[in-house]
């Protein structure tokens, strides 16, 4: 057995983790996806999936989210459209102020959702936009039970004659395949060759674009795996048919905790655009997470970065909306940060990377935390300290060590909460004066 070897200085693998960027992806040689598209970048769905998922929002409100969206996505390319209903005078309100903004200057391209028939078909077209979404259920689950007398054949003529009616109003359809994790292949291909088809006569910027929705989040991102829960093999198909990379959408739902994975899985297969929400809301369980998501492209270095910072703001607005993130959620939520234990409360104190994934503060603008419990000892109440008012005090410190024992005599009289700052903080910043006193003594 060779023994381990010592070493001058940490392997601290930079190229992988840098200082001040998000963990960056490093290819084994030779083993970089031939199919990785050049760019990839997100779509988002809150004011329609969002509001089906239970977020209500108002006209003020769905324009207040609009707005943070542009300043996440900024001049990054990460975030470039948004789609939103057209059926209720709010939706419309939403659309038509995120439209003149849109003119102005946003960088997101406000979109629109429709049931994939003639009547909403022609909803649309008035309305200012260029590009509309439509509901094109692709499974036998739907088509067999959705239509009278039901099957796909009738399932696809109706499609058909909307998008029909869409390329006559000069818009550029995108056909929402729902349940494609569910769907037989007889019924995709063809289908799509048929909207193709279709299209050809239009001009290019008419050209269908193709949402593929594992709507019930029982796909998988195996490649291994058969027809139609394999993401790679679905979207491989659609490749092969002929849809660019950069009109194919992957949409999941997180019902099986596969969301980004099956995400990443679409992009390394050659999907360019992921869709989904930011902060996740959705219906159900949610949809991609595209915080999530666009800190991994920005890894494959496949999108620029944009300000994270801002979805601060988000979950605030959400907040007030009676729709706060859970408290773990990643990233984001209130204790995604935060650490009770003392092991890792020490490893802060001596190297924050330790128990960091990346620089937290700089990068999300959000604190390292830390409540204190009966095990979080002195390493968590410096930390603590140190967070709050930047000076860092030894373990000996005299008030540091009286202020430690009588919260542990709290926890041995019963306590069942952890400590935090706000409950200490009077007595905590005393411990400076004290500090200074200790050091002046001979």
């Known amino acids: 057995m060779t023994p381990v070897a010592d070493v001058p200085e940490a392997e601290l693998f930079r190229a992988a983790f840098p200082e001040s960027q998000f963990p960056q992806v490093q290819w084994n040689e030779g083993r970089r996806p031939g199919a990785l598209p050049v760019q990839a970048w997100c779509t988002e769905t809150t004011h329609r999936d969002g509001q089906q998922g239970g977020l209500p929002l108002t006209a003020d409100t769905g324009l207040q989210l609009y707005d943070l969206m542009g300043q996440f996505t900024g001049g990054s390319g990460a975030l470039r459209q948004a789609e939103f209903f057209v059926y209720r005078a709010a939706d419309r309100a939403m659309l038509q102020g995120a439209l003149e903004r849109w003119h102005d200057g946003h960088p997101v391209e406000p979109t629109t959702w429709i049931r ?10 008035a309305l200012g936009v260029r590009e509309t979404g439509m509901l094109a259920s692709a499974s036998d689950y739907h088509t067999f039970h959705k239509f009278t007398p039901g099957g796909r054949s009738q399932a696809a003529r109706t499609y058909l004659d909307a998008v029909q009616a869409v390329l006559d109003a000069g818009l550029r359809p995108r056909l929402h395949l729902e349940d494609a994790t569910r769907a037989p292949r007889d019924f995709v291909l063809p289908f799509v060759a048929e909207v193709q088809q279709l299209a050809a006569s239009y001009p290019a910027s008419q050209s269908p674009k193709f949402r593929l929705c594992d709507t019930m989040g029982v796909g998988l991102p195996l490649e291994e795996v058969s027809w ?3 993401v790679p093999r679905l979207v491989r198909a659609l490749l092969e048919a002929g849809v660019p990379g950069e009109h194919l959408e992957f ?3 997180n019902d099986t905790h596969l969301v980004v994975a099956n995400s990443l899985a679409a992009v390394l297969a050659g999907c360019a655009v992921i869709n989904g929400t930011l902060l996740g809301k959705g219906e159900r369980t949610g949809n991609a997470p595209l915080e999530g998501v666009l800190l991994h492209l920005i890894g494959l270095g496949l999108t620029e970065a944009p300000d994270f910072t801002t979805l601060n703001g988000l979950a605030d607005l959400y907040a007030d909306l009676d729709q706060a993130l859970p408290a773990k959620y990643p990233l984001f939520g209130r204790d995604a940060h935060r650490t009770r234990a003392g092991i890792h409360a020490d490893g802060l104190n001596k190297f924050w990377p330790m128990y960091a994934p990346f620089d937290v503060p700089r990068l999300l603008g959000r604190p390292l935390e830390l409540s204190l419990t009966q095990d979080s000892g002195l390493a968590g109440l410096i930390f603590l300290i140190k967070t709050h008012t930047g000076h860092e005090l030894s373990k000996d410190h005299p008030g540091l060590r009286a202020l430690h024992a009588a919260l542990q005599e709290e926890f041995a009289a019963g306590r069942q909460t952890a400590v935090e700052w706000e409950e200490i903080a009077e007595r905590a910043l005393k ?11 001979p």
């Not at 994939?116 to 077209?125: F, G, I, N, S």
């Not at 411990?431 to 003594?441: H, Y």
């Open 116 to 125: 994939a028939t003639r009547k909403d078909a022609a909803l649309v077209a």
């Open 228 to 230: 139609p829960r394999s």
């Open 251 to 253: 949409h999941p739902h």
């Open 431 to 441: 411990l400076r004066g004290q500090e200074a006193v200790v050091a002046s003594e």
